[in-house]
């Protein structure tokens, strides 16, 4: 039997090759946007847990959440610094990193921390306080020599830093053919950048991180496996690790 002309269509459509998308993302712009609505829906001591779930994430899964049917994924570039002083804080943050290397199409790209300087207003004395550095730089440059390589039709960017805009500007001008798209963490956005890219900006809500969870456990080849901390459980409980929440 013949095939019909909306028949033929679709299958031409579908033989055609599909853009290549690499997402970017600020990683701790995508963190401290979970964790403001974790704050927002608990308490400031005590945020809902329920939204710390959301700090587990399949970058890949939410990165192809956002695409549509004509696009591709072909890379995922997790921008990030290692933290330091908090124990916790640190083995949370690598069980999280080696979760993601298990991805071969997940790139890690580090910052770093440096302390930064601050003056008491009381009492004058200095204070210093680890600063995320080189974020920004290291994604500007991995946006623009990825166009200029030709390795992406679209970047989508994760992130709501306005600092940005200046390399988005440049894409622009360098490569007019190359599709931009800001997607806004939750409680992050940048009017300037949502102007620069020219296209309605996605918005990363519950609806796209519920979808995007890893499992509690990730087998690894000839390595131990990873497993999920407790603390991104999702389960009720004070997420506070300096003393239990009251009710």
């Keep these: 039997m013949s095939l019909s002309f909306r028949e033929k269509l679709s299958s031409a459509i579908a033989e055609l090759p599909k853009y290549r998308v690499i997402t970017y993302i600020d990683g701790f712009n995508l963190y401290f946007g979970i964790r403001q609505e974790a704050k927002k829906r608990g308490k400031m001591d005590c945020p809902d847990p329920s939204w710390y779930r959301y700090m587990w994430l399949d970058l890949e899964k939410m990165s192809t959440l956002m695409l549509t049917n004509r696009q591709e994924l072909v890379a995922v570039k997790y921008f990030t610094a290692s933290i330091t002083g908090s124990k916790p804080k640190q083995e949370r943050q690598n069980a999280f990193l080696d979760a993601l290397r298990v991805n071969p199409k997940i790139e890690i790209i580090f ?6 300087r601050n003056e008491c207003d009381h009492c004058g004395h200095p204070a210093y306080h680890p600063q995320e550095k080189k974020t920004d730089v290291n994604i500007a440059t991995a946006m623009i020599c990825d166009a200029l390589e030709d390795r992406y039709d679209t970047a989508i960017i994760v992130t709501g830093d306005s600092d940005l805009t200046p390399a988005l500007g440049a894409v622009k001008r360098l490569r007019p053919d190359k599709r931009l798209i800001a997607a806004f963490p939750p409680n992050r956005y940048s009017k300037e950048m949502e102007d620069v890219t020219l ?9 796209i991180l519920r979808k995007s969870r890893l499992p509690e456990i990730i087998k690894r080849s000839g390595l131990p496996d990873v497993v999920r901390p407790h603390k991104y459980s999702g389960q009720p409980g004070c997420t506070s690790e300096a003393k239990p929440c009251g009710p």
């Design 111 to 116: 910052g770093r921390f440096e302390p930064n």
């Design 199 to 207: 296209v309605p900006p996605i918005r990363i809500w519950e609806t």
